[in-house]
């Protein structure tokens, strides 16, 4: 294995700047991990000529002065990102053969800063799910423990960071499919503000809740890359329009005097794994050594996120999915005997067991007679949500949860539960409905050698208080290097 692999990304800018190695052996390097892990299914497109391709041009720029603030860095999209003339499959049958003529925003801005596209990493079905085990494209392995579940849905991205098969990724985060997988898999994964990264060219699921976020080895390494994935798109209406901070400005500075938050609900939750538990109190201690405050507050509406956040993203996913229609682009069932018996078969081929269970869920709470009882009722909880969040935030910086209510869990537990599968999200999806933004930074090792991760959740808009604070979890904590 090349030594070039261990380099941290400050360690890779310098060294390609110092011409120490070239953009060229560097991808080389990444490209030979991949094929060294295959059989993790990180991927389920390795672009290799693309990769090659990028380095080249990368290598052009370093020498003649041009280059980008992440030229030649090795980076891993899932595949929920558009990719203009790279297969683009949501992990679906249905889009087995999607070849987008356009590019997304984010993935345009990281290629522009010089990042180079190594490939688009496997999912759980559309984002739906929290193990990242579609039937199309098949299982991700934790490199960990080959045995359990990296998280979902963005469980590719975690993996590729946590096998040493990518140096930086993409992922989406709806309901924890970045902060999930990244605690699983012993990295850093951020779910910024909702509109702070443009969604416009990122396969839909629930889009009041999508938001695009980095996974890296570090805390400063996912600030630098939130830096090139974030600011204003003109193509998505939901985009804010700020000025986007350096997000790295505050790392390193004193947290004395400043007040960390512990939910009373959810720290009085019976179901939590006492492992987690543990973690959660030597996280409140570590903060109480570098000068904080914890401060007990109250997120009463919180402990109904769940439940709304299943009724809202349903919803909003029949819908979103009704476009795949055999019509349009994808897979198109064959010996069909009229257009609709073209649709039953396209979207009853095309979908796994998941996409329709939501489909089907998400078409009852919007249907006439139950859209008062269900749907909207969801929505005026999500405000209560909103509500408490934002009283706690005048009390408190940050607040403190685990990530995970469990460590990894093996693949195939959650197949034939959903709903144990879904309770697995109860700490990440108040996130997304409360419209904050949070990191999970890794914090401790299971009893069984599993990674752990600490959650900090800040309000929205103010990620720099994400990496100021993770950063005091990363250097306090020893975690062993990554498995690879
Ligand atoms: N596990 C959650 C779900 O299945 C979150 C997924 C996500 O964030 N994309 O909806």
Same mark, same amino acid.
């Given at each position: 294995?090349?030594s070039?692999?261990?380099?941290?990304?400050?360690?890779?800018?310098?060294?390609?700047?110092?011409?120490?190695?070239?953009?060229t052996?560097?991808?080389?390097?990444?490209?030979?991990?991949?094929?060294r892990t295959?059989?993790?299914?990180?991927?389920?497109?390795?672009? +290799?000529?693309?990769?090659?391709?990028?380095?080249?041009r990368?290598?052009?720029?370093?020498?003649?002065?041009?280059?980008?603030?992440?030229?030649?860095?090795?980076?891993?999209?899932?595949?929920?990102?558009?990719?203009?003339?790279?297969?683009?499959?949501?992990?679906?049958?249905?889009?087995?053969?999607?070849?987008?003529?356009?590019?997304?925003?984010?993935?345009?801005?990281?290629?522009?800063?010089?990042?180079?596209l190594?490939? +688009?990493t496997?999912?759980?079905?559309?984002?739906?799910?929290?193990?990242?085990?579609?039937?199309?494209?098949g299982?991700?392995?934790?490199?960990?423990?080959?045995?359990c579940?990296?998280?979902?849905?963005?469980?590719?991205?975690?993996?590729?960071?946590?096998?040493?098969?990518?140096?930086?990724?993409?992922?989406?985060?709806?309901?924890?499919?970045?902060?999930?997988?990244?605690?699983?898999?012993?990295?850093?994964?951020?779910?910024?503000? =909702?509109?702070?990264?443009?969604?416009?060219?990122?396969?839909? =699921?629930?889009?009041?809740?999508?938001?695009?976020?980095?996974?890296?080895?570090?805390?400063?390494?996912?600030?630098?890359?939130?830096?090139?994935?974030?600011?204003?798109?003109?193509?998505?209406?939901?985009?804010?329009?700020?000025?986007?901070?350096?997000?790295?400005?505050?790392i390193?500075?004193s947290?004395?005097?400043?007040?960390?938050?512990?939910?009373?609900?959810?720290?009085e939750?019976?179901?939590?794994?006492?492992?987690?538990?543990?973690?959660?109190?030597?996280?409140?201690?570590?903060?109480?050594?570098?000068?904080?405050?914890?401060?007990?507050?109250?997120?009463?509406?919180?402990?109904?996120a769940?439940?709304?956040?299943?009724?809202?993203?349903?919803?909003?996913?029949?819908?979103?999915?009704?476009?795949?229609?055999?019509?349009?682009?994808?897979?198109?069932?064959?010996?069909?005997?009229?257009?609709?018996?073209?649709?039953?078969?396209?979207?009853?081929?095309?979908?796994?067991?998941?996409?329709?269970?939501?489909?089907?869920?998400?078409?009852?709470?919007?249907?006439?007679?139950?859209?008062?009882?269900?749907?909207?009722?969801?929505?005026?909880?999500?405000?209560?949500?909103?509500?408490?969040?934002?009283?706690?935030?005048?009390?408190?910086d940050?607040?403190?949860?685990?990530?995970?209510?469990?460590?990894?869990?093996?693949?195939?537990?959650?197949?034939?539960?959903?709903?144990a599968?879904?309770?697995?999200?109860?700490?990440?999806?108040?996130?997304?409905?409360?419209?904050?933004?949070?990191?999970?930074?890794?914090?401790?090792?299971?009893?069984?050698?599993?990674?752990?991760?600490?959650?900090?959740?800040?309000?929205?808009?103010?990620?720099?208080?994400?990496?100021?604070?993770?950063?005091?979890?990363?250097?306090?904590?020893?975690?062993?290097?990554?498995?690879?």
């Open positions: 294995m090349s070039l692999l261990k380099l941290s990304l400050d360690h890779v800018l310098s060294g390609l700047q110092s011409k120490a190695f070239s953009a052996e560097l991808t080389q390097s990444y490209l030979d991990q991949i094929d295959s059989e993790h299914n990180a991927y389920i497109t390795v672009t +290799k000529e693309r990769a090659l391709q990028d380095a080249k990368s290598d052009e720029r370093l020498a003649n002065g041009t280059a980008g603030v992440l030229e030649g860095v090795p980076i891993a999209v899932k595949d929920a990102y558009c990719t203009k003339n790279i297969r683009t499959t949501a992990a679906s049958k249905i889009l087995h053969n999607f070849i987008p003529p356009y590019e997304s925003h984010v993935t345009q801005k990281v290629s522009d800063a010089g990042a180079v190594l490939g +688009k496997n999912l759980d079905e559309f984002c739906m799910g929290s193990t990242t085990t579609p039937i199309h494209t299982a991700t392995q934790n490199p960990w423990n080959p045995s579940t990296t998280g979902g849905s963005s469980g590719g991205s975690a993996a590729a960071i946590a096998n040493g098969s990518a140096l930086l990724a993409l992922g989406t985060d709806t309901g924890g499919s970045v902060r999930q997988p990244a605690a699983f898999c012993g990295v850093v994964g951020v779910k910024p503000s =909702y509109g702070r990264c443009s969604r416009w060219g990122v396969v839909a =699921y629930a889009s009041s809740l999508d938001t695009p976020g980095p996974f890296a080895r570090s805390v400063k390494d996912s600030a630098l890359l939130l830096n090139v994935m974030a600011g204003y798109d003109a193509k998505d209406a939901t985009s804010l329009n700020l000025p986007v901070p350096d997000f790295t400005r505050h390193g500075q947290l004395v005097g400043k007040k960390i938050g512990i939910p009373k609900e959810w720290y939750n019976s179901q939590m794994d006492p492992e987690i538990m543990d973690l959660w109190k030597k996280g409140q201690e570590l903060f109480e050594k570098n000068g904080c405050e914890i401060v007990h507050v109250s997120l009463p509406y919180s402990s109904y769940l439940p709304c956040y299943y009724i809202l993203a349903c919803a909003e996913a029949a819908s979103n999915l009704q476009r795949y229609d055999g019509v349009k682009y994808g897979f198109r069932a064959e010996n069909i005997e009229n257009l609709e018996d073209m649709y039953f078969q396209t979207r009853g081929q095309g979908f796994g067991p998941e996409v329709k269970r939501r489909i089907l869920l998400g078409t009852y709470v919007l249907s006439h007679g139950y859209y008062d009882a269900y749907y909207n009722k969801a929505q005026k909880v999500r405000a209560m949500i909103q509500h408490d969040f934002r009283q706690v935030f005048q009390q408190v940050v607040v403190l949860t685990p990530t995970t209510p469990t460590p990894a869990f093996a693949l195939g537990a959650a197949a034939s539960d959903p709903v599968m879904y309770w697995n999200d109860v700490l990440t999806v108040p996130v997304n409905v409360g419209n904050v933004c949070a990191i999970s930074v890794p914090a401790g090792l299971s009893n069984t050698g599993l990674p752990l991760g600490l959650q900090l959740i800040a309000p929205s808009l103010a990620e720099d208080r994400l990496f100021q604070f993770g950063h005091i979890i990363e250097s306090s904590t020893s975690m062993p290097d990554l498995p690879f």
